[in-house]
């Protein structure tokens, strides 16, 4: 047999029966993932005398002066029991340490023809970058450095936006602000700054870890979010429903994040296209796989099912770091948040020691990207987080699991094949996919069909559940930004372009693989949207 006879008669039809029940499954996911959210009751309101968790919500910030104030008006007013619950804001030192190094760079860039709002990333607030390069632009020549040398030192930093807002009077749940020194790390250093102060931000409050320790939270947000406003109470009902079922409290309860905001637009062109089609797959990913694999966990936890069914049903749930909350006992035994992604390292090791997960029935809103590099850092970074499941398993050896081994072994088996589906699976199928006529016209059927489901069809579905997604966030006292929306490209256009978007998603890791083959230090910098 040939190998085009082995391609066509072995490997076209496996790809393209793979291709249709992967669509099958995540257009079912995709449809009972929003159903269940959509017709979640109402959260009981917050009981003052009720005994609920003690809850601490962390927001670490860098370069967050844009949505600093909104974010701690956001999550200061959410509803929950007085005296059991505190928000700590941390920023970090590394944020001026940068802003000393980028001073430097100011008269090569005032001296440019034409200042960029690209070239300003990191100098400033990416909301700000296009104003303040506009504003340069339009000065004179020889005024140039001195108009950004003001903008620059006129910009405060986070810590200062924050250190104002703490020292002021506040209403709604305590703030407290700490800041990190300049000890290099990324978002988990901070988040793990905070946990070695939680004394400082719960401590107030009558909270004493030896005492409470068993029946508290870790919450982490990005400081771009839009929580809704009984969040916290969804948390504690979301505890209590798991205790009563199993008798223990969950490790970790997720909330739902949706890429629902739009703060800035999309740009024009190809790249906004593209753009655009990655948040529509993003609010596909939120829904049919983030979300799913946790009710399907919760379900199997709750289940009697053998354990060898078990073994091979249950997912590795991929945490999402914004709108978790970890237990922190759990966190405790993890030795905190790992780098360099604190939430994709918290879900595959707690996932690997057999620790129970929970969603939590409301959304929390936050921006997609509109920026391809922040896009591409993105991806890489979480490939990178990712990709080498043993290395978390090596990580956690040594506390004890409710896993067997054959259990562990099969958590990594499929996150290496599923790493492995996103370097391949898009060119792979899409060579498939144009040669299932050659197979025969049951595979090219089934190709088409596939193709249809996976791509327009799943994304006409999204677009038409995500507005009352977005109306089912109630924000406390503030005003939620409209849906995102595309510049120039309408919804058919995006509907008709979704098979391209798996392609995008290539990007990130194949650029960190290659620089990591040519021995090129690939800096993922912030992935700021």
């Not at 910030?61 to 509803?79: H, K, N, P, Y």
């Not at 190094?101 to 070239?119: I, K």
């Not at 978007?501 to 290659?514: D, E, K, N, T, Y």
Request: hydrophobic share 50%.
């Amino acid at each position: 047999m040939s190998a085009a006879d082995v391609w066509l008669d072995l490997v076209v039809p496996v790809l393209v029966t793979g291709l249709l029940a992967r669509a099958v499954w995540a257009a079912l996911a995709v449809e009972a993932s929003a159903r269940w959210l959509l017709s979640a009751p109402a959260h009981r309101p917050a009981d003052e005398k009720g005994a609920v968790p003690w809850l601490v919500v962390l927001l670490p910030m860098l370069r967050e002066q844009a949505v600093a104030a909104q974010s701690i008006a956001a999550f200061t007013g959410l509803d929950y029991p007085a005296g059991r619950a505190a928000v700590a804001v941390i920023t970090t030192e590394r944020e001026h340490t940068a802003r000393a190094r980028h001073r430097g760079r100011l008269p090569e860039l005032a001296a440019l023809p034409t200042l960029t709002a690209a070239q300003l990333r990191g100098l400033f607030p990416v909301a700000r970058c296009f104003a303040v390069a506009e504003t340069v632009n339009a000065a004179p020549p020889g005024e140039r450095l001195q108009v950004l040398t003001g903008l620059f030192d006129a910009e405060p930093s986070t810590a200062d936006i924050v250190a104002a807002l703490t020292s002021g009077p506040t209403s709604g749940l305590p703030l407290v602000h700490l800041h990190q020194p300049d000890v290099g790390g990324r978002k988990p250093g901070q988040l793990n700054f905070a946990l070695d102060r939680l004394s400082d931000v719960l401590g107030p409050l009558g909270w004493r870890e030896d005492a409470h320790a068993h029946d508290t939270f870790v919450l982490v947000y990005d400081a771009d979010a839009v929580p809704d406003a009984a969040t916290l109470t969804a948390f504690a009902d979301a505890a209590a429903d798991h205790r009563a079922h199993t008798g223990r409290m969950p490790a970790l309860i997720q909330q739902q994040r949706l890429p629902l905001l739009t703060r800035r637009p999309f740009p024009h062109g190809v790249a906004g296209m593209l753009l655009t089609e990655e948040w529509v797959y993003q609010l596909r990913r939120s829904l049919g796989i983030e979300l799913a694999r946790l009710r399907l966990h919760q379900w199997l936890t709750r289940s009697r099912l053998p354990e060898p069914a078990r073994v091979w049903l249950r997912p590795m749930v991929y945490a999402v770091g914004c709108g978790m909350a970890v237990h922190l006992p759990a966190l405790r035994r993890l030795g905190g948040f790992p780098e360099p992604m604190e939430d994709l390292g918290t879900g595959h090791r707690l996932s690997l020691l057999g620790a129970d997960f929970a969603p939590s029935a409301t959304l929390v809103l936050d921006e997609p990207y509109t920026d391809t590099t922040g896009l591409t850092n993105l991806h890489a970074l979480a490939f990178t987080a990712s990709a080498r499941p043993d290395r978390h398993a090596r990580a956690v050896v040594h506390l004890p699991s409710a896993l067997s081994r054959p259990a562990r072994a099969a958590l990594i088996l499929r996150e290496w094949a599923d790493e492995a589906a996103w370097l391949l699976g898009a060119p792979l199928l899409a060579a498939a996919v144009a040669s299932a006529w050659w197979a025969g016209p049951v595979w090219a059927g089934l190709a088409v069909a596939g193709v249809l489901l996976h791509g327009p069809l799943t994304t006409a579905r999204l677009l038409t559940l995500a507005p009352a997604l977005h109306r089912g966030v109630i924000p406390p006292a503030t005003t939620t930004p409209p849906l995102p929306r595309p510049v120039s490209w309408r919804p058919i256009a995006l509907v008709a372009a979704s098979p391209l978007q798996p392609f995008v998603r290539l990007a990130g890791p194949w650029r960190l693989i290659w620089a990591k083959a040519t021995g090129h230090r690939l800096g993922f910098g912030k992935t700021e949207r």
